[in-house]
């Protein structure tokens, strides 16, 4: 089955201790995406890579690192998470068409995270 | 910079009516894809229909139809036969058709049902 997979679902943690969110995509996709959701805000991204080893910042990175050394996976690190990172984070990628052709976005599950 | 505005925090519609969402967006680009998303309770981020720029027909995926004006820079979801299953939060998302695949998105609009 084509999947974009995140873990954790949920995390809870203090502020300043590190931590990744895995996002995982099974469809050979080069590019990839990380967002962020908060309320009365939309969806925001916070970076994305178009191949292995090519990421660059989205609209809100500050406090965020990310790296792509292997086509399926996307990890977001919070080298030190703030209370003002706790979000609804969702990972998502897509063939890239490069301007040529249509493709469609699939999304992970979504990370629920808070940090206290 | 792309913007996308959803002027409607919440809408609900009695089962079985028709409800209209409204989008309107800021683009200086003329080739670009609209899309409405829908996010259940669950959070999923499920595509609900998509229009390219360049296609003047209004896209349509069974009880979801668009109302997409481009002069005016406004694209509409109707729902029509509204369903329990229907209720969600909707989000309406821009792409632009080069470069970074980026989506942006409106700040959503959460439909209730009433049965």
């Known amino acids: ?116 | 910079a792309q913007t996308v505005t959803q002027s409607q925090p919440e809408m609900s519609v009695q089962e079985a009516e028709t409800v209209t969402l409204s989008c309107t967006y800021d683009t200086s680009e003329s080739d670009y894809y609209l899309f409405w998303y829908k996010q259940p309770p669950s959070r999923q981020m499920i595509l609900v229909i998509r229009q390219e720029a360049y296609k003047q027909q209004n896209a349509t995926e069974n009880r979801f139809s668009v109302n997409f004006q481009k002069a005016a820079k406004s694209f509409s979801l109707k729902i029509s036969d509204s369903q329990l299953g229907d209720a969600a939060m909707y989000f309406c998302a821009y792409r632009r058709n080069f470069g970074n695949e980026k989506l942006t998105f409106g700040t959503g609009t959460r439909l209730t049902i009433i049965p």
């Open chain 1, 1 to 116: 089955e084509a999947q974009v997979t995140q873990n954790p679902r949920y995390l809870i943690t203090v502020t300043g201790k590190k931590l990744t969110v895995t996002c995982s995509q099974n469809m050979n996709h080069e590019y990839m995406s990380w967002y962020r959701q908060d309320p009365g805000l939309g969806l925001r991204q916070i970076y994305y890579s178009m191949n292995v080893e090519v990421t660059d910042k989205g609209d809100v990175p500050e406090g965020y690192k990310v790296s792509r050394k292997e086509k399926r996976n996307f990890p977001l690190i919070l080298e030190s998470p703030s209370p003002n990172q706790t979000s609804l984070y969702f990972c998502a990628s897509s063939l890239s068409g490069l301007g040529t052709a249509y493709t469609e976005a699939f999304f992970g599950q979504g990370t629920r995270l808070t940090v206290v």
